[in-house]
């Protein structure tokens, strides 16, 4: 579990308590901004000692529950100084890019070649003219790209969006990549792609440390491709989910 997704379960426990319970209330609760506890919720910034304490405090938590929050607090600090230079999008921000083109024209954009012509962009990624512009006037509303005499340039080394939170766009925007993965089965060379699974017993309880793994391979494999002649666009999907019914 990260820092972000204890926080939104606290909160969403005090809903399902009082439905009129908002995040505004949970910040004064916590005694802070709405807006910076809409940052740890998210998963952008993480609470200093001091504030860590008050929250403890202000949460009633026993000893183990303020054990866990600290051990919570402390991998977010790690994880935060691994993606040092990431810009992570809120959720309202996200939903204005959730398409699959938008994250797939950021990535376009470093590769060998790119041509600043909206017909070349979506030729490339198999898409219309009219999407492509569309994505790129959103994205340059949100300061993602900017375009200067004709010439288009990210603002933005590394883009996020927030984990481990129930959200709806994301949803979506898994579903499109899923729905890419499926089209890619049937009319790319297998010389170009690579589908395969496991089937596996699974102790419920590693998922989370699972997931962790999951996310240092998903870079490392970043790593890997994006050196030397990056001349195409890939998605990397990785599906770890459950085949049984899962006991609450």
């Known amino acids: 579990m990260s820092l972000a997704l204890f926080l939104q379960e606290v909160l969403d ?12 209330a949970f910040a004064r609760d916590l005694g802070i901004s709405p807006g910076r506890l809409s940052d740890f919720i998210s998963g952008r910034r993480a609470p200093g000692k001091r504030l860590c304490e008050r929250m403890i405090v202000a949460l009633k938590m026993s000893q183990s529950e303020e054990a866990k929050f600290k051990h919570l607090i402390s991998r977010n600090k790690d994880v935060s100084g691994s993606q040092k230079g990431t810009h992570v999008l809120r959720e309202d921000e996200f939903s204005l890019i959730a398409d699959w083109e938008h994250f797939a024209l950021l990535m376009l954009m470093g590769t060998v070649g790119f041509k600043n012509d909206v017909k070349w962009m979506a030729s490339r990624l198999q898409t219309s003219e009219m999407k492509i512009q569309n994505a790129l006037e959103r994205m340059e509303r949100l300061q993602l790209i900017k375009s200067k005499k004709g010439k288009i340039e990210r603002m933005k080394r590394k883009v996020a969006t927030t984990h481990d939170i129930p959200s709806s766009v994301l ?8 729905e890419h993965a499926a089209e890619s089965l049937q009319k790319d060379d297998i010389a170009l792609r ?9 102790d419920p309880a590693k998922i989370a440390l699972a997931k962790e793994h999951i996310k240092a391979f998903r870079r490392k494999m ?3 491709l994006g050196t030397d002649n990056k001349a195409e666009v ?12 899962v006991e609450k």
């Open 13 to 24: 426990a005090r809903k399902r308590k009082n439905a009129r319970y908002s995040l505004r």
């Open 171 to 178: 949803r979506e925007s898994h579903r499109q990549i899923l």
């Open 194 to 202: 690579d589908i395969t699974s496991i089937t596996i017993p699974a």
């Open 222 to 224: 970043a790593r890997l």
């Open 234 to 245: 890939y998605n990397l999907n990785i599906q770890l989910v459950p085949v049984t019914r």
